[in-house]
């Protein structure tokens, strides 16, 4: 068993992880969608690319070209961020898990969709743009996974009236 000194087993996140992973990375690929488009509109452009995105988004799809990505994204979380010091007087599982969803929809999503070369890369991926190479696009991702400098959740100097200001609020139970 995986588990952490002093607080959950580490394996409780691993299995809500592994178990929602097509939700999370459906979220980057749709808000990654959502920004070509928008920018596609600011430029008055419009083409077939852009109409099977459209259609794309409409349609359950799978999420496997990205699952190494989500891996690493996983990995780099619960080794460097993932605290299991929780707050002893609420439930541990819930923020164990409102942590981690924070942390993917405040942090991840935000840094992927808000630079156009991982748009690009994350739509390459998914057979959504033309590329040389999808294994070149799924590279450049893990690449940038991995150099990521990841911020803390709640800094080491965040005194106990801070908690929570650094990430908006996200609902521990969201609707997938």
């Known amino acids: 068993m995986n588990t952490v000194e002093f607080g959950l087993p580490l394996d409780s996140l691993e299995r809500e992880q592994k178990a929602h992973e097509g939700q999370y990375m459906g979220r980057l690929v749709h808000d990654s969608i959502q920004r070509y488009i928008r920018a596609a509109a600011l430029l008055q452009m419009d ?99 991995r150099d990521l400098a990841l911020p803390e959740i709640n800094p080491p100097w965040a005194t106990e009236g801070m908690q929570g200001l650094f990430y908006e609020n996200v609902d521990p139970n969201p609707d997938w």
């Open 47 to 145: 083409s077939v690319v852009l109409e099977n995105m459209r259609d794309f988004v409409r349609n359950e799809f799978y999420i496997s070209p990205l699952s190494p990505l989500y891996q690493v994204i996983c990995d780099r979380y619960n080794k460097e961020v993932f605290n299991p010091q929780t707050d002893f007087w609420s439930d541990p599982e819930v923020n164990m898990l409102a942590g981690w969803r924070r942390y993917y929809l405040k942090v991840i999503v935000p840094e992927f969709t808000g630079h156009h070369e991982s748009i690009r890369n994350v739509l390459s991926v998914m057979d959504l743009l033309p590329c040389r190479s999808k294994e070149w696009a799924l590279e450049a991702l893990l690449i940038r996974v």
